[in-house]
C-alpha cells in the first residue's frame, strides 16, 4: 500500500503543483487549504506525511498545525514549506518536532528526496512500535492471550493506538482484562518509560477522591498535615488509568474535566495550577451513555474520554481462547506439573463465565490446589462450572422483551450472594470489584437488604 500524502497550502496553484507530482511518484494525495481544514480531514484519515506551508493568511500557521498535529500521531511525518524570510522559524519547528523543512521555490526533486526520507522514516517509527507492543504482549503475566479475532483486532489496535498520545476508553465487563489492555498502550507507547498509575474511582470514598487525583495544600482540611502530591503528578511523564470513571462523583468530574482540556491540575486548597504531561486512559463496565442519560455523568467529560474506544469482548464470545487461557493459568499456578482431562476443558469451554477471565484464572488457581491427581478433572472444578446450566443462576424476571444488562448484573449479584452466603466481601471478590463499589450497586438496585458483611 503507498504512503498517504497530505499537502496543506493557501495557495491553490501549489496545492495543484504537489497533488500531481507526488502522484506521479506513487503516492496517495489529499489537499487542503488551510489548517483548520487540515486538522479536519486529519481526524477522518491517517497520513504518513504532511506537507505544509508555514505562512497561511487566516487562523493557525504552518508551526500550529504541527504541534496539533504530532500531539495527536507523534509519528506523523511533518514536512514544511518556507519562503527564505521565514527559515529561522523553520529551523525552530523541526526543534518542535517537523521531521525537515523545504525552501520555495524547490525543485520537484528536492520535494521526491525529503518525502521519501519522511516516508521510510515513519515506517520505521510505525514498525519499531509494533515490534515493541509485540515484545510487551509477550512478556508473560502482562500477555494479552488469546487466538481468537476478536483479541488479534485488539491486539492491531494497541499496535496502532499506543504510539499516539490520545485519550482512551476501554469499555468491557468485569474481569475481561481492562487494566492490562491499559497496561499494554502506555508499554508500546512513547511514554512508556514513564509512570503508569491506576486509580480505581470506584473504590475510593467520594471525599477523598479529588485530593488522591489531584493532591492538596498543607491544612486544606482536617488531617491534612502536610503537602501532598495528587495521582495525576505521580504520574506526570506517563499514564494515568481511570479505572471504574463512571462512578466518578460529579463534583469530580468537573476537575476531571478541566485536567482533560487544560493539562493542569489545581490541588485541594490551592489557587495555582500545575501544569502536567499525562496520557489518560480510563475504563468502565457501565455504559456511561446511560448514565449521561441519567445526569449522574458530564456529557462533556463523556466526549473528552472517548476520543478512542476500545470494547473488550467478555470471554463467552470467544470461547475458542478458554484452553489456550486455561492451560496458561495452570502453568503460572502448577509450574508445569498439571494437565487438564479433556473432559475438564470441555466444561471449562462450555461455562458462560460470568466473571470472564479473571473468574476462569480463579477457578485454575482453585483446581490446582484441591486436586490430588497431576491430572484435572471435572472433579476438580468448581460445581457452578460443571452443573447443568439452567442450574447455575436462577430464572430472570419473565418478560417479552429481551432483559437489560442492569437486570442481568442484579440477578447475577443475587446470585453470587447466595453463593457466599449473604457475605458481601466474598461476593465482590467473585465479582471482581471492590466491596465499596459492590454496595453502591446494591443501593442502586434496592438490594440493600441482602447479605451481610
Given at each position: ?130 515490534l515493541r507492543a509485540a515484545d510487551r504482549r509477550e512478556s508473560g503475566s502482562e500477555a494479552i492471550l488469546g487466538e481468537s479475532e476478536p483479541i488479534r483486532e ?300
Amino acid at each position: 500500500m503507498s504512503a498517504r500524502i497530505l499537502v496543506v497550502d493557501d495557495e491553490s496553484s501549489m496545492r495543484e503543483f504537489l497533488g500531481i507530482a507526488l502522484k506521479r511518484m506513487g503516492y496517495e494525495v489529499d489537499t487542503a487549504e488551510s489548517a483548520e481544514k487540515a486538522l479536519d480531514t486529519c481526524t477522518r484519515t491517517s497520513y504518513d506525511v504532511v506537507l505544509t506551508d508555514i505562512k497561511m493568511p487566516d487562523g493557525l500557521d504552518g508551526v500550529q498545525l504541527l504541534e496539533q498535529l504530532k500531539e495527536a500521531d507523534p509519528h506523523l511525518q511533518v514536512i514544511l514549506m518556507t519562503a527564505f524570510a521565514s527559515v529561522e522559524t523553520a529551523v525552530q519547528a523541526v526543534q518542535l518536532g517537523a521531521s525537515d523543512y523545504v525552501m520555495k521555490p524547490f525543485k520537484v526533486e528536492e520535494i521526491k528526496v525529503r518525502v521519501e526520507k519522511a516516508v521510510e522514516q515513519r515506517r520505521l517509527l510505525t514498525e519499531h512500535s509494533y515490534l515493541r507492543a509485540a515484545d510487551r504482549r509477550e512478556s508473560g503475566s502482562e500477555a494479552i492471550l488469546g487466538e481468537s479475532e476478536p483479541i488479534r483486532e485488539l491486539q492491531q489496535m494497541i499496535g496502532r493506538i499506543g504510539p499516539a498520545t490520545s485519550t482512551v476508553l476501554i469499555t468491557g465487563e468485569s474481569g475481561t482484562g481492562k487494566e492490562l489492555v491499559a497496561r499494554a498502550l502506555h508499554e508500546a507507547g512513547d511514554n512508556a518509560e514513564g509512570p503508569f498509575v491506576t486509580v480505581n474511582c470506584g473504590a475510593i470514598p467520594e471525599g477523598l477522591l479529588e485530593s488522591e487525583l489531584f493532591g492538596h495544600k498543607k491544612g486544606a482540611f482536617t488531617g491534612a498535615v502536610q503537602d501532598k502530591a495528587g495521582l495525576f503528578k505521580v504520574a506526570d511523564g506517563g499514564t494515568i488509568f481511570l479505572d471504574e470513571v463512571g462512578e466518578t462523583p460529579l463534583q469530580t468530574q468537573v476537575k476531571l474535566l478541566r485536567v482533560l482540556q487544560e493539562r493542569e491540575i489545581v490541588p485541594v486548597g490551592d489557587t495555582r495550577p500545575i501544569a502536567v504531561d499525562v496520557r489518560v486512559i480510563a475504563a468502565t463496565n457501565t455504559s456511561l451513555e446511560e448514565r449521561v442519560g441519567t445526569g449522574t455523568f458530564r456529557e462533556d467529560l463523556f466526549y473528552r474520554l472517548n476520543v478512542v474506544p476500545i470494547h473488550i469482548p467478555p470471554l463467552r464470545e470467544r470461547r475458542e481462547d478458554i484452553p489456550l487461557l486455561a492451560r496458561h493459568f495452570i502453568m503460572v499456578f502448577g509450574r508445569g506439573e498439571y494437565t487438564f482431562s479433556d473432559s475438564a476443558l470441555t466444561a471449562l469451554t462450555a461455562y458462560t463465565w460470568p466473571g470472564n477471565v479473571r473468574e476462569l484464572e480463579n477457578a485454575v488457581e482453585n483446581a490446582v490446589i484441591m486436586t490430588d491427581s497431576p491430572v484435572i478433572d471435572t472433579v476438580d472444578l468448581p460445581v457452578k462450572i460443571t452443573e447443568p446450566p439452567d442450574e447455575r443462576m436462577g430464572a430472570l424476571p419473565e418478560s417479552d422483551q429481551a432483559p437489560t444488562l442492569e437486570t442481568i448484573e442484579k440477578a447475577y449479584i443475587a446470585w453470587v450472594l447466595k453463593q457466599t452466603g449473604g457475605i458481601k466481601t466474598a461476593a465482590a471478590e467473585i465479582l471482581g470489584i471492590d466491596p465499596s463499589t459492590l454496595h453502591r450497586k446494591m443501593d442502586r438496585y434496592g438490594m440493600r437488604g441482602e447479605g451481610g458483611e
